[in-house]
């Protein structure tokens, strides 16, 4: 035991020598005032505005979704029982999937606890139980498809970030005979530049590869119906799998997958993620049911959230302010510094109760730390401006115009 507490001990002076640890805000959303929340670190008495949350739509507080989640408790309780082989598949489960599978025009969906585990399960299984399959898979793919693959210990090539000649490159030199997959996501998380989805499929047609579409991201936000950015494009027929998130445009938790019947049904058979995990409760499933109706129906929100990204681009430019991309809702500011970008994220929380976080490594690269922002649909046009000018005047403070531009001069 001793030797065990010793090397740990050392573990966790390497960790600090590393930089500094990570704190984690208390943020307590306020129901039906959102993006106001209550912060364990309050400036004074007054509520803070969260502009870092995923739930880019603001449907986690949406009259339907918690309708539809306490009439859901109240008939059939608190949790789903069991796993989904043993108990706990709820009728409320049965019907989210056939409405996943209806929003992606796929023959079935499947729900797993989360989006992590519905890259890592799905993945392991339809790399790992094809054989000789060869992956392809974008260099900043998110750690659930990278465990996933590792796990599936399927052979992988590596491509260029959204770089589709590459892709081409790589696919090209591959045994024409042997199975082949394309794994990428559509919009990304970190720098919110959208994939060159159009190019991959048409790859991906030329060599006979399956395709495996990541749209955590993208799911409720764009495309008809809120089915995602390939769905906008008119391409969701050309990726055989479209992976998606219940915790971001939905407001709820868990993730799935959709595609071809008899595929579903080997993930369902096989993938640990699977079937060795308690069911999602069925509140929680009710309340997914009702976001994900209504953004079939309602675009009012997607049109929200697009006025507030592109007002935040624009206004962003004009102070010279650097980002990484204006692709998609989601914005990173390009600061290059952890210590600076921790502390602009304090500043704007300690004057302006404004909450951004600061994004650092491993999440990004060292030397690309970010404040990731993310303007919902239930801000108003006035609270993005009053962010800017928040912004701004500590950015001017900090000096980080110039050495902004440079880093992104330098990167580019």
């Known amino acids: 035991m001793s030797h065990y507490l010793d090397?740990?001990?050392?573990?966790?002076t390497a960790l600090d020598s590393a930089g500094p640890k990570r704190d984690f805000l208390e943020v307590d959303r306020i129901a039906g005032?959102?993006?106001?929340?209550?912060?364990?670190?309050?400036?004074?008495?007054?509520?803070?505005?969260?502009?870092?949350s995923n739930d880019y739509l603001g449907m986690g507080q949406h009259p339907a979704v918690l309708t539809a989640m306490r009439d859901t408790l109240g008939a059939s309780g608190a949790g789903a029982g069991g796993s989904r082989n043993i108990g706990g598949t709820n009728g409320q489960h049965v019907l989210l999937e056939r409405e996943l599978a209806e929003l992606h025009a796929k023959d079935e969906a499947l729900l797993f606890t989360s989006g992590y585990t519905a890259n890592e399960g799905a993945l392991s299984v339809l790399a790992g139980q094809i054989e000789g399959c060869l992956v392809f898979s974008d260099e900043k793919n998110h750690a659930s498809i990278i465990d996933g693959l590792r796990h599936s210990g399927a052979e992988k090539r590596i491509f260029r970030h959204n770089d589709a000649a590459h892709l081409e490159e790589l696919v090209s030199a591959a045994d024409p005979d042997r199975?082949?997959?394309?794994?990428?996501?559509?919009?990304?998380?970190m720098d919110g530049d959208v994939a060159p989805l159009a190019e991959i499929a048409a790859i991906a047609k030329r060599h006979g590869a399956m395709t495996f579409l990541d749209e955590v991201h993208a799911v409720g936000m764009y495309g008809p119906q809120g089915a995602g950015i390939a769905a906008g494009l008119g391409l969701a027929d050309r990726f055989t799998v479209i992976m998606g998130t219940l915790a971001k445009g939905f407001g709820t938790t868990g993730g799935y997958i959709a595609g071809p019947a008899d595929l579903i049904d080997v993930v369902r058979r096989l993938s640990r993620s699977f079937i060795f995990t308690t069911a999602l409760p069925p509140a929680v499933v009710a309340g997914s049911l009702a976001a994900v109706r209504h953004l079939r129906v309602s675009d009012e929100e997607r049109g929200r959230l697009s006025e507030n990204a592109t007002l935040l681009h624009r206004l962003l430019k004009q102070r010279r302010i650097p980002f990484l991309s204006d692709e998609s809702h989601i914005v990173s500011v390009l600061v290059g510094d952890?210590?600076?970008s921790r502390r602009i994220s304090d500043l704007l929380?300690?004057?302006h109760g404004i909450y951004v976080q600061a994004i650092n490594a491993p999440s990004v690269r060292e030397g690309r730390e970010i404040l990731r922002i993310a303007p919902s649909a239930v801000h108003s046009t006035d609270e993005v401006r009053a962010f800017?000018?928040?912004?701004?005047?500590?950015?001017?403070?900090?000096?980080?115009r110039r050495s902004g531009l440079a880093a992104v001069s330098a990167a580019s």
């Not at 090397?7 to 966790?12: E, Y």
């Open 7 to 12: 090397a740990l001990q050392k573990l966790h």
């Open 33 to 52: 005032r959102f993006p106001a929340a209550v912060s364990s670190r309050p400036r004074n008495p007054a509520d803070i505005s969260v502009w870092c």
């Open 179 to 189: 199975p082949k997959m394309i794994v990428t996501e559509s919009v990304y998380s």
């Open 338 to 340: 952890d210590a600076t």
């Open 349 to 351: 929380l300690e004057r």
């Open 388 to 400: 800017v000018e928040a912004l701004d005047g500590i950015w001017q403070e900090l000096d980080q």
